[in-house]
Structure formats: C-alpha cells, structure tokens
C-alpha cells in the first residue's frame, strides 16, 4: 500500500513570498498531522486534521495554516516567508477515530523548503 | 505531556543488542509511552509503545519498569540500517497517531561494523 506523499520535495522561495504544501495520507486514514523540523528546534507540532476539521494546534503564528480535503488530503500553507521558516516539513497520516486512540503514526518523506 | 530524558548518543557494535534508555519520572497513570527513530533524511518511523506492560513486535522490545519512571528499547540485532535518532514520547491515553506529538532531542544511536 502507498505511504505518505508528500509533494514537492524541496521548494526555495523568497522572503515574503508564500508557500503551499501538499499531503496525501495512507488510503483510508483520516487524520493528518503536520510537523516542522529544524536543527535549533527539533520536531515541532504545527497542527493535525481530522475530517475536513482542525482538531489540534501547535504554538506557531497565524502565518501558518491548512486544510484538509474530504478526500482526507490536506495542504498547508504559509505566508509572508521569513528566513527562520526554512525547514524540513513533514505530513503524518493515522488510521484515527475518536473512539479509536493510541495509533501510530506514517510520516513522510516531508518537504524541504528553503527561503532565501 | 510529560517530559523525557535520553541520552544524546550511543555506539552499538554491529549484531549485538542496542539499548536506549529513556527517563519519564513524571508520567502519569494514563499517559503511554511510544518510541520513533528517524532515519537521516527521513520522516520518522513508528517503533513500538506499551502502557504497563512490556512489549515485542518485529523490530524491537520495549520494558517499562514496573513504577513506570523509566523504559529501554531493545533492538536484539542491530544493524547498520538501524543507525538513526531514537524519539522516546510519552502521551495521553487519549491521544491518537501524530497529534501533538512532543519529540525530544532524542538519542543518536550509531552502529558501528
């Protein structure tokens, strides 16, 4: 079965720009997770979908959003680039449901983004 | 979430048993533990997470000491293709998959031939 796409692989942009990143999860699961990954700050919790619905977020501004699709695909964006956003941005799928916890988690391959 | 503490780095000989450590003094009575590595340019991959109970599965072991303040993952052979950083999270009971995971600075486990 298909893991976790993630498109594209690496992106450069400039300063001011904005930047929208794609997500397709495992067929059949319905929660997506995003996650920003940089050397200063490790692994850090953006936001995670559930059926079309934000269910969680992380402590980052408004400048970064998503969505997620009835198809359960998910796209976030972020806006008005600064240099500290370069990073490596990564999608997590689960097979979740709120009766249903403790799962793990697919990550994908993520997505280089480079602002310069 | 309760936090953890690792080891920032380990050496492993090639085909002997790698043991990580991982320190959760404060976890709670329903938080469970969990265990990812990443790989270099890679997402990270899901290993194994027990409550109480120790647990196995293909690739590796996990022993929760009985108080609960402390686990080992065990990868009984390890190869070169298990050279990686080794997350050890701790979440509610509640939790499902990737939501709000909290990922340390985790332990560089280097195998060495």
């Known amino acids: 079965k298909a893991g976790v796409t993630q498109t594209p692989r690496y992106l450069i942009k400039t300063r001011g720009q904005q930047v929208t990143l794609s997500c397709s999860p495992i067929?059949?699961?319905?929660?997506v997770s995003w996650y920003q990954q940089t050397p200063g700050q490790g692994l850090q919790f953006l936001f995670e979908?559930?059926?079309?619905?934000?269910?969680n977020k992380g402590n980052f501004p408004g400048r970064f959003s998503g969505r997620q699709f009835s198809n359960s695909r998910s796209e976030m964006n972020v806006s008005t680039l600064e240099l500290g956003d370069s990073a490596l941005y990564l999608c997590?799928?689960?097979?979740?449901?709120?009766?249903?916890?403790?799962?793990?988690?697919?990550f994908g391959q993520g997505t280089r983004l480079t602002v310069v | 979430d309760a936090k953890t503490t690792q080891p920032t780095s380990m050496d492993c000989a090639e085909g002997r048993a790698a043991n990580l450590p991982c320190n959760h003094s404060?976890?709670?009575?329903?938080?469970?533990v969990y265990w990812y590595r990443q790989i270099h340019s890679q997402g990270p991959q899901y290993i194994i997470h027990?409550?109480?109970n120790n647990e196995t599965n293909e690739m590796a072991s996990l022993i929760i000491t009985e108080d609960r303040k402390s686990s080992t993952l065990i990868l009984p052979h390890a190869t070169l293709r298990d050279t990686a950083v080794y997350y050890c999270?701790?979440?509610?009971?509640?939790?499902?998959?990737?939501?709000?995971?909290?990922f340390g600075k985790g332990t560089h486990l280097i195998i060495q031939p």
């Open positions: 067929s059949g699961h319905r929660s």
């Open positions: 404060t976890i709670s009575g329903n938080e469970y």
């Open positions: 999270i701790v979440r509610p009971r509640s939790g499902g998959g990737a939501d709000g995971l909290t």
């Open positions: 997590a799928s689960s097979w979740t449901a709120p009766e249903v916890v403790n799962t793990e988690a697919f």
């Open positions: 979908y559930f059926s079309e619905t934000q269910r």
């Open positions: 027990g409550l109480k």
